[in-house]
């Protein structure tokens, strides 16, 4: 097999992933902290502002081409 062609010292994909998942499984999620700070929290509501106004234009680009399109009144 190919596992018994490999040198000791090598581990394969499969056992390099088992041992990923096992190293993240066990890492403790870390819930102690505080809330969020005034600037966190101003941070983050420029951010969804952002990213909701990036959002708005896409929309509104997409909107705009549709409606510039005819539909035909031959359905054939």
């Known amino acids: 097999m190919i596992v018994a062609a ?6 394969s994909v499969k056992e390099e ?4 998942l096992k190293a993240m ?18 941070l983050g509501a420029i951010s969804a502002g952002i990213i909701s106004l990036i959002l708005y234009k896409f929309a509104t680009i997409i909107e705009a081409g549709l409606s510039r ?3 035909s009144d031959d359905f054939s």
């Open 69 to 71: 399109q005819t539909i």
């Open 25 to 42: 499984g066990t890492a403790s999620i870390d819930t102690a902290k505080g809330p969020p700070s005034p600037v966190q929290a101003l």
């Open 17 to 20: 992933a088992l041992e990923t």
């Open 6 to 11: 490999m040198s000791s010292g090598e581990k």
